[in-house]
């Protein structure tokens, strides 16, 4: 099993944005109104995530990172940079944005790899606390966070879509826990 987890490029912006509309539609039907979901447009996500990539370069706190599969294909990806807003009040000094892997790929390691990643990244860049918010109804990803020792901090409501969304916030308070797992992603590509 050779699993891969990697800074991502601008290239990767269509792979990205594919997964990007693949998991959410995998993750969220019964959680998020189907306008959000139906609302997923391609070309849309590919010009945000172009624009996320290029920004990634100038904001040298932003990371997004790419899990790939044992044939080299895009199964996850995550992204992560400093905390702002109220974010930045529950959460403390960073913030995990989305992490998402395939149906198919779940329970292999690289979901777990792909926080290792954005923890690291965080890390080097001089944030020691973060957290990421989860939609309050998705037990499983509640589940995983608290699995990696994230704990309850705050619940808000996020527009998304016109819609008022309940999240959970999970946080950890010393990332040099949550960086120090034991992941199970064999090959890291910086």
């Not at 391609?42 to 932003?62: T, V």
Request: aromatic share 8%; net charge neutral.
């Amino acid at each position: 099993m050779n699993l891969t987890i990697r800074r991502a490029e601008l290239a990767d912006a269509p792979a990205i944005a594919e997964l990007h509309q693949i998991t959410w539609r995998e993750t969220y039907p019964g959680l998020l109104p189907a306008p959000v979901l139906d609302g997923l447009a391609l070309p849309r996500l590919y010009r945000q995530w172009r624009a996320d990539l290029i920004g990634q370069e100038a904001d040298l706190d932003h990371g997004v990172f790419l899990a790939l599969d044992e044939h080299g294909e895009a199964a996850g990806f995550a992204s992560c940079g400093q905390a702002r807003g109220q974010a930045r009040e529950v959460f403390g000094q960073g913030e995990i944005t989305m992490v998402y892997v395939r149906a198919a790929d779940q329970g292999r390691g690289l979901g777990r790899g792909l926080m290792l990643a954005c923890a690291r990244w965080l890390l080097i860049r001089g944030m020691f606390s973060a957290g990421v918010w989860v939609v309050r109804g998705n037990g499983r990803a509640r589940r995983f966070y608290e699995g990696l020792g994230g704990r309850k901090v705050g619940e808000k409501r996020d527009p998304m879509g016109g819609w008022m969304i309940p999240v959970v916030g999970y946080g950890w308070q010393d990332l040099a826990d949550l960086a120090g797992m034991d992941a199970t992603v064999m090959k890291w590509e910086d």
